[in-house]
């Protein structure tokens, strides 16, 4: 083993203990175990216990930890090249330019790399601005979440007072952009109407209403995620996501896809086929780079892009490694039918979650699109009130017993299962017995 990995994997609790004194980190849920090694579905910590991981890294790892395919792939690519700057042209560059455009919608053909998911979102905020002339002003949905970039930060939730309390994106207002927020349709918890059918009409009608008379000059652009992630797993539906475009072309709006989370997930390529809707512009992120960081933005046909005069320029915008990743990726996702395996282990989990329901009548809600899975505990399945601390008690009773899950919505009052788009049948089963088990204890 290299010296240096030796010394890594040397740590002893003492040393890691002195090292965590100089660590800062701005978010996440941490306390849990420190990581080790990882295969598939499952993580072992530097105890040697084994885990089932339903967040698959903030939902980042498609085919699982360390797949043998892609990191020989990229092994063999960096003996070739590694860095180059966006300046000059690669291989890898165009061949996933054309991969990426030819599994987009028709109309979606132009695409542009940068390092991360956000700044992927933040580059299609700069071309819906140019497209719009005097725009100033974009529109999001509430409790969106989009990144803590300060470009992005104020489309999220974290930076209102949606979780009781000023989050942390409201400490940087001055430099963050205002963000003008209309209504989710939140069939679970509707805002408007108990008809979740009424209430996604007058979330249209507000949003509408808001391009008219809520906006100065013309909007730049509405940024949607077609599934709320951070923000409660709210699966928006077909029929609300063809109202968005309808309003969209109405008022000359440059639709914005988030599909950071979305990408493959949904068991399609993406939301925009998901839902037969197509926007103008796509940001893609997280598993987009087979493991490496890779944002990814794509622009739809009849749009302006980019002039080459530092409108985006980024270091690492062109990570060949990362483009090998994604190519090898997407190889593996069509040859393997990993979408039709998130299709089917998708309905099987949620059919195992629905049975535990009649167990648990606390589990107030059960939302499932592919593998993203979002499950609402509640102390009453009447009043619907959430409850906080026993999502936080499962989370750790699940731990305990080796199966880590997310938790979101604005309040964290509810848990996630994501795992890697891989995942077996008889993994999903030892998935159910654990949260079975787990529910006993933190409901008790």
Known sequence: MDPVLERIYGLDAKQLAACSEHLMVGGGTRGGPVLHHGKGVRVWDTDGKAYIDCTSQSWALYLGYCNDEIWETVDEHARN????????????RFALAERIAGIMPAELNRVSFVPTSAIALEGAMKLALKNRPGSAHFLCLMDSYHGTTLGTMGASWISTQSPGYFAGGSRFLPLTRQFIRVPNPYRYRPYFSADPDENERICLTMLELTLQKGVNGPAAGFIVEPLQASGGMIPLTHSYMRGVRE????????????????????????????????????????????????GVTILRDGLEGYSPDAEELHTFANNS??????????????????????????????????????????IGDIRQAGLHIGVEVVKDPETREPDVDAVAALRAEAMQRGLIIGVAGVRKNLFKIKPALVIRQAECDEVLSVLEDALKAALA
């Open 81 to 92: 090249l590694t860095h180059v700057h966006q300046g000059f042209d690669t291989l890898p």
């Open 321 to 362: 490694l990362a483009q090998v990743a994604a190519l090898k990726m997407l190889d593996i996702i069509e040859r393997d039918d990993i979408m039709g395996n998130t299709t089917r282990m998708g309905a099987y989990l949620r059919d195992g979650l629905l049975k535990l329901q009649q167990q648990f009548p606390r």
């Open 247 to 294: 309003i969209c072309d109405r008022y000359g709006v440059p639709l914005i896809f988030d599909e950071i989370q979305t990408f493959v997930r949904m068991g399609k390529w993406t939301a925009a086929e998901y839902y037969g809707v197509t926007p103008d512009v796509i940001a893609l992120g997280k598993a987009v780079g087979g493991g490496l960081p890779l």
